[in-house]
Structures are given as structure tokens and as C-alpha cells.
């Protein structure tokens, strides 16, 4: 199914939001409700939320327009511009009067972010160090705020008419949500990932190149889309550093520096990758030109066919040539991370060294300290083995004073058996007499009847 590019009443329609919401709903939501965040709180708030659904699921498509600096759409970042209001025009419904009251507000939640505020800022979005400040502000600057307000000094926020509203909230903001779905994407996708030095090392081209296309479903991040994702995975997330135009994912809380090494490699990366493509594109030309050949033979344009076969010989050289390079460059790619990972697994041993020594320097386990404590063992097991004996002894004692002998209560023992298997005998016999007499006796017509046989068979079986 081939995604719409643009908006329109049929593709809105198709939003999560517009499918499940009716037209008098829709006319509810589209108009201006500026003046309802303090009559009306509920409703405003729901009126919001329903726009911040909406307005992610609009700049995930691509539905904005060629907005990017590259000539393509955003699709984490929201265009806010008065244009925006007509392209979200509703047939039967009208334009939504109230997108900029909406924004201003979606921006106070942090539910969006102003552009250059979040690629300049280095305080985390989540960071709760503004939270005294605000508080402060709100015990502090509410009641002097109200005060101007009275004197006409300074306009509330309700004053300001729609138009009013968009001069102050016109521009670029990061859409949060559709960052963190984004970089959660990518965090699923690397998982497992990383395993020499060479595929946690990318340059900015390479990184868009990677992962561009599969962060969100059908569509193609803007270099503006990956630079804010790339802030966020290096800010928020720790996931990545970037220093220039290498970006490197970090694999351990100390590996936050790129270093010579991690630039070297990643040199070698991009000349194997641009190698391959070089490749590639000798390959396709030798086959056209094999193809070429071909047909001019079969037109019987022989000087056609030789000029393209002399081309195809220089090709082939060429190829040869590019082939022993990228074999060469691999190889070396491969030994300088061979390299990177003994120098990694030295640091381990390190580590586990001198952690083994910590704890074999620990005074419990000195030897003196070990004699001592196994020598105290074994006299706390003679110890008890002593009481164990005493306290046996004690309780045969017992036994020959109580005037207790083993052989009666055996004897007693054999009868209670023997008793016991009676019993079970006697009750076995009941059973099969029970079962006889409860069997009937079917005589034959014209066969003697002995009326006293069955009662006699009884008895001598019982």
C-alpha cells in the first residue's frame, strides 16, 4: 500500500485520530478554544492531546512539504507556520482556529522543543534542574505577573488573538515523541550489534546512509531529522559521541572518547566501503560492455565489437587492480581491529588481576589466618562428636534402668504382625464368598434343577 505524500481530507481521514472521532467532534476540535484553558480546562487539555496526536502523525509522514535543508520533508521536527493551517483544511469541516493557541501550548509541556534550542542546549530535556526554578517562578512571578496584569503593564495569555498567537510561536520544533520512537528503533536495531571497533564507527553520510530509511516506517529521515537524532542518542541517551563528522557508539561507560585509533579505523572502513562500490560499478560496466560486444557481433559490426573488447580488456585490469586493493585494505582493516581487541582483552586481564589480588590480599585469607581458623574447625568437630557420643550413651542408660528388653518388644512386634495378617486373610475369604453368591446360575430347559448344589459349593468354598 503506497502511502500518501501529501494532506488531504481522504488522507487525514486515514489518521488514527480523524477514523475515530465524528464530524461534530472534528468541528469542536477545530475551533478556536484559546480562551477555554481556564473556564475550561478538561475540555481544553483533551482538545490539545487530540492536536499533539495528530500533528506527530502528520510530520512522521513527510506530509509538510519539502521543508528540509536538503530538499526533502522532516519527519521528527514540526514546520510551524500559518501555511500549516490551510494544509490541515477538513472538507466540511473548515481550518483549525486554534493550531497556534494548541502549539504555544504543546511547547510549554515540552511536548515539542524548539529547534536550535535542542541542537545548542547541552542540558538534557529530561533534566529536572528547572524544577526549582519553576516552582520558584510560580510562588514568586504568579502573583507579581497578576499584579502587572491588573495595571495593564503586560497582556494575559488568553488576550492574544490567533494571529497574535501564530508571531509569537512561528518556527521549527523538534516533535519529542517521534525522537524517543526514533531512537528506540534504532537502540532494537543495534542490539547485538558492535562486535568489532569498525561497526560502532560511522561518519555523518554513513550514519544517514545506515540508518535513514529504517528508523520509521516508509519514509527517509532529512539530514536535519538525523542531526537532532544524533544529539538525542549523544545527550539523552549516551548511545553515541560525536566529535566532527565521526560518530562512534559507545559500548562501555569509559569508552566516550574517539581517538586516533577509532579515526584510523574508521579511514580504513571508508575506503574498503568505497572500494566495493568502485567495484561494483567496473563489474556493471564490464557487463554492458560484454552485452555491447554481443550485439555488435550479431550486427556483423565487427569494429564496433573489437573497440568495445580492447575497453573490456582496460576493465578488467582495472578490476584486477581494485580487487588486490580492497583485499589489501580488508586485510589491514582486519589486523588493526585484531589489534584494538588484544589491547581491550589486556585491559580485562588487567582488571581481573589486580581484582583477584584485592581479594587474596584479604586478611581472611592469609595463611596464618587459614591455619588457625581450620584448626579451630576441627576442634569444634571433636567437640561435638563428644557430645553426640555422651548424649547417646545417655539415652541406652536410660533404657536398661527403665527395665526395657529389646527381645520382648520384639516378640510383642512378631505378634502384632502376625495378628494384622489374619486379619487381612479373613477379610480377603468375606470378599470371594460375597462375590459368589452374587453370581447367578443359568440352567439349560429340561436340565435337572439341584436346588441345593449352589448353597453347597458355597459352603465348601468357604
Avoid at 480546562?41 to 502528520?58: A, I, M, R, Y
Avoid at 495378628?419 to 435337572?448: C, F, N, R, T, W
Amino acid at each position: 500500500m503506497v502511502l500518501p505524500t501529501t494532506m488531504s481530507s481522504p488522507a487525514l481521514s486515514a489518521l488514527p485520530t480523524y477514523s475515530s472521532t465524528s464530524k461534530s467532534r472534528l468541528q469542536s476540535l477545530y475551533s478556536d478554544i484559546h480562551r477555554q484553558k481556564y473556564s475550561n480546562p478538561s475540555s481544553f487539555h483533551t482538545h490539545v492531546e487530540w492536536w499533539h496526536g495528530t500533528l506527530k502523525d502528520v510530520t512522521s509522514r513527510g506530509w509538510q512539504g519539502s521543508n528540509g535543508s536538503d530538499g526533502t520533508s522532516n519527519k521528527l521536527i514540526l514546520g510551524a507556520r500559518r501555511a500549516l493551517v490551510d494544509k490541515l483544511r477538513y472538507e466540511g469541516v473548515g481550518k483549525p482556529l486554534g493550531l497556534g493557541t494548541t502549539i504555544a501550548e504543546m511547547r510549554r509541556n515540552n511536548d515539542i522543543i524548539p529547534l536550535s534550542l535542542f541542537l545548542t542546549s547541552q542540558q538534557s530535556v529530561y533534566d529536572p534542574g528547572w524544577l526549582p526554578y519553576r516552582i520558584a517562578s510560580f510562588v514568586v512571578g504568579k502573583p507579581l505577573w497578576w499584579a502587572m496584569q491588573q495595571l495593564d503593564i503586560v497582556r494575559s495569555e488568553d488576550s492574544y488573538t490567533e494571529a497574535e498567537m501564530w508571531k509569537k510561536i512561528e518556527g521549527d520544533y523538534v516533535m519529542l515523541g517521534l525522537v524517543v520512537q526514533a531512537a528506540d528503533t534504532l537502540e532494537t536495531m543495534r542490539d547485538g550489534v558492535g562486535l568489532s571497533p569498525a561497526d560502532n564507527l560511522y561518519t555523518f553520510e554513513d550514519f544517514r546512509r545506515e540508518f535513514g530509511a529504517k528508523i520509521l516506517p516508509g519514509v527517509v529521515l532529512s539530514e536535519i531529522d538525523i542531526k537532532v537524532l544524533i544529539k538525542f542518542l549523544e545527550r539523552e541517551r549516551r548511545m553515541v559521541v560525536q566529535n566532527g563528522d565521526v560518530i562512534k557508539f559507545v559500548t562501555a561507560s569509559d569508552d566516550r572518547e574517539i581517538t586516533a585509533v577509532d579515526r584510523g579505523i574508521l579511514q580504513l572502513k571508508t575506503a574498503v566501503r568505497n572500494l566495493r562500490e568502485q567495484v561494483d560499478s567496473i563489474q556493471n560496466k564490464i557487463d554492458q560492455t560484454t552485452s555491447n560486444i554481443s550485439n555488435a557481433l550479431r550486427q556483423q559490426r565487427k569494429s564496433i565489437a573489437l573497440a568495445e573488447l580492447r575497453f573490456k580488456k582496460h576493465l578488467d585490469d582495472l578490476l584486477s587492480k581494485r580487487l588486490g586493493s580492497l583485499h589489501n585494505i580488508e586485510s589491514t582493516l582486519i589486523s588493526v581491529e585484531t589489534a584494538a581487541g588484544d589491547v581491550e582483552i589486556m585491559k580485562t586481564y588487567e582488571s581481573s588481576t589486580a581484582t583477584l589480588k584485592a581479594i587474596l590480599s584479604h586478611p581472611s585469607l592469609q595463611r596464618n589466618k587459614i591455619e588457625e581458623t581450620m584448626d579451630a574447625l576441627a576442634a569444634s568437630t571433636a567437640d561435638a562428636r563428644e557430645i553426640d557420643n555422651a548424649i547417646r550413651m545417655g539415652e541406652d542408660m536410660a533404657a536398661i534402668d527403665a527395665g526395657i528388653d529389646d527381645t520382648e518388644l520384639e516378640a510383642e512386634l512378631n505378634a502384632l504382625v502376625e495378628e494384622a495378617e489374619k486379619e487381612s486373610a479373613a477379610a480377603a475369604e468375606q470378599a470371594v464368598v460375597e462375590k459368589l453368591q452374587g453370581i447367578e446360575v443359568h440352567v439349560p430347559e429340561g436340565a435337572p434343577v439341584q436346588v441345593e448344589a449352589a448353597p453347597r459349593r458355597t459352603a465348601e468354598a468357604a
